[in-house]
């Protein structure tokens, strides 16, 4: 199987293998508790939240939040940042599902909402997000690089433009696609909320983290005992975690060589589809992740193309993997400008760790093959 959707998830590390094993097996304690078992997991949590804080150059350990994955982070971000002023909440109309559906419940409550508009390659202004930030809002969230096209986003910039309006104004980036590939680093005047995925970059599925800058007051979404410093209940899954903190730290120590090999695979796969079969590139000229490669098929249904791609032993994607199995418009494609039609015959093609230039070769072929026999 030439495996090219690891935008929805990736092979488990052997790293992150090897630090989850004993904590599926003998090292079974709950850390809430007191004796030596429990201390045990405590303490194997307590040292994958140093590793990541180190990683990432946090100031604190402590600002290292543990959840259930991307999804939940971004809640906690967005909601968690808005609900204790029921301060106002700025994101674009192409972020993650998480991101905006919290945003909606937010809105619910009371709470302002204003979802910004992109240009036709799904960007957004620093000035646009800036003009829509006044002294009732709560947070911003934009993030690095969107989980569909691979576009990125000058969160740096839009950092600096909403700081310049208000300094009390929190923002929040969704680095959950860019953190194999791009440095995700804490710096003063940089995002005050940062979420990450351990299943997108070689950790195991159903746990992640959310950078909290230290002096942040955020309001729990999950309730109950308090575990995870008192922003997000519930008992914790000592194994995934110590894989996350194995993942972080092996695609941080890897990353160029990452980069290095999967823009080859990439760019290649595209360079060589171009010269057998007639394809459109949704991300056109914008700047995006080495990994993505996201393509319009003129006249042949993203479905049916799907499809044959599996039985052909490539495996691919439209749309975001989150939203299921049913293949629905994207509401990225749809803020984009896109027609459904053209939206209709889009795939994204997501290349990994482990991927080099004759992968990009392979899949070429493979989805040339495919798309010559179905015209």
Same mark, same amino acid.
């Given at each position: 199987?030439?495996?090219?959707?690891?935008?929805?998830?990736?092979?488990?590390?052997?790293?992150?293998?090897?630090?989850?094993?004993?904590?599926?097996?003998?090292?079974?304690?709950?850390?809430?508790?007191?004796?030596?078992?429990?201390?045990?997991?405590?303490?194997?949590?307590?040292?994958?939240?140093?590793?990541?804080?180190?990683?990432?150059?946090?100031?604190?350990?402590?600002?290292? =939040?543990?959840?259930?994955?991307?999804?939940?982070?971004?809640? +906690?971000?967005?909601?968690?940042?808005?609900?204790?002023?029921?301060?106002?909440?700025?994101?674009?109309?192409?972020?993650?599902?998480? &991101?905006?559906?919290?945003?909606?419940?937010?809105?619910?409550?009371?709470?302002?909402?204003?979802?910004?508009? &992109?240009?036709?390659?799904?960007?957004?202004?620093?000035?646009?997000?800036?003009?829509?930030?006044?002294?009732?809002?709560?947070?911003?969230?934009?993030?690095?690089?969107?989980?569909?096209?691979?576009?990125?986003?000058?969160?740096?910039?839009?950092?600096?433009?909403?700081?310049?309006?208000?300094?009390?104004?929190?923002?929040?980036?969704?680095?959950? %696609?860019?953190?194999?590939? +791009?440095?995700?680093?804490?710096?003063?005047?940089?995002?005050?909320?940062?979420? =990450?995925?351990?299943?997108?970059?070689?950790?195991? %599925?159903?746990?992640?983290?959310?950078?909290?800058?230290?002096?942040?007051?955020?309001?729990? =979404?999950?309730?109950?005992?308090?575990?995870?410093?008192?922003?997000?209940?519930?008992?914790?899954?000592?194994?995934?975690?110590?894989?996350?903190?194995?993942?972080?730290?092996?695609?941080?120590?890897?990353?160029?060589?990452?980069?290095?090999?999967?823009?080859?695979?990439?760019?290649?796969?595209?360079?060589?589809?171009?010269?057998?079969?007639?394809?459109?590139?949704?991300?056109?000229?914008?700047?995006?992740?080495?990994?993505?490669?996201?393509?319009?098929?003129?006249?042949?249904?993203?479905?049916?193309?799907?499809?044959?791609?599996?039985?052909?032993?490539?495996?691919?994607?439209?749309?975001?993997?989150?939203?299921?199995?049913?293949?629905?418009?994207?509401?990225?494609?749809?803020?984009?400008?896109?027609?459904?039609?053209?939206?209709?015959?889009?795939?994204?093609?997501?290349?990994?760790?482990?991927?080099?230039?004759?992968?990009?070769?392979?899949?070429?072929?493979?989805?040339?093959?495919?798309?010559?026999?179905?015209?």
């Amino acid at each position: 199987m030439l495996y090219l959707d690891h935008a929805a998830s990736t092979p488990l590390r052997p790293e992150a293998r090897a630090a989850m094993v004993p904590f599926v097996g003998e090292r079974f304690g709950n850390p809430s508790g007191v004796h030596a078992t429990a201390q045990q997991a405590k303490n194997a949590i307590e040292a994958a939240r140093e590793q990541i804080a180190a990683s990432i150059g946090a100031a604190s350990p402590l600002e290292i =939040v543990f959840t259930g994955g991307g999804t939940e982070s971004d809640n +906690l971000a967005v909601v968690g940042a808005a609900l204790p002023t029921r301060g106002g909440i700025v994101a674009t109309a192409v972020e993650h599902a998480a &991101v905006l559906e919290s945003a909606r419940f937010a809105e619910r409550l009371g709470m302002a909402v204003s979802i910004l508009s &992109v240009d036709r390659l799904g960007r957004v202004t620093p000035a646009a997000v800036a003009a829509h930030v006044d002294s009732g809002t709560a947070i911003v969230s934009v993030m690095m690089a969107n989980n569909e096209t691979g576009v990125l986003q000058p969160v740096a910039e839009i950092t600096q433009a909403v700081r310049a309006v208000s300094d009390r104004v929190l923002v929040h980036t969704d680095a959950v %696609q860019a953190f194999a590939s +791009l440095p995700v680093e804490v710096y003063d005047g940089g995002p005050d909320l940062i979420s =990450v995925s351990a299943h997108k970059i070689g950790g195991p %599925q159903g746990v992640g983290f959310l950078f909290v800058r230290d002096g942040i007051d955020l309001e729990p =979404v999950i309730h109950g005992g308090g575990q995870e410093l008192g922003r997000r209940s519930g008992t914790h899954n000592v194994a995934a975690i110590v894989g996350l903190g194995a993942a972080v730290e092996a695609t941080v120590a890897d990353r160029d060589s990452y980069r290095s090999n999967v823009a080859a695979a990439r760019d290649r796969f595209e360079q060589d589809l171009r010269l057998r079969i007639d394809i459109e590139n949704t991300a056109g000229t914008a700047e995006r992740l080495v990994s993505h490669s996201h393509l319009r098929f003129p006249g042949i249904a993203a479905e049916t193309l799907l499809v044959r791609l599996d039985l052909a032993g490539l495996a691919a994607a439209a749309g975001a993997a989150c939203h299921s199995g049913a293949i629905q418009s994207s509401h990225v494609l749809t803020a984009m400008g896109i027609d459904p039609v053209a939206a209709s015959e889009s795939i994204r093609f997501s290349f990994g760790r482990g991927d080099d230039a004759s992968t990009g070769v392979a899949a070429a072929d493979t989805v040339a093959g495919v798309v010559e026999a179905l015209t």
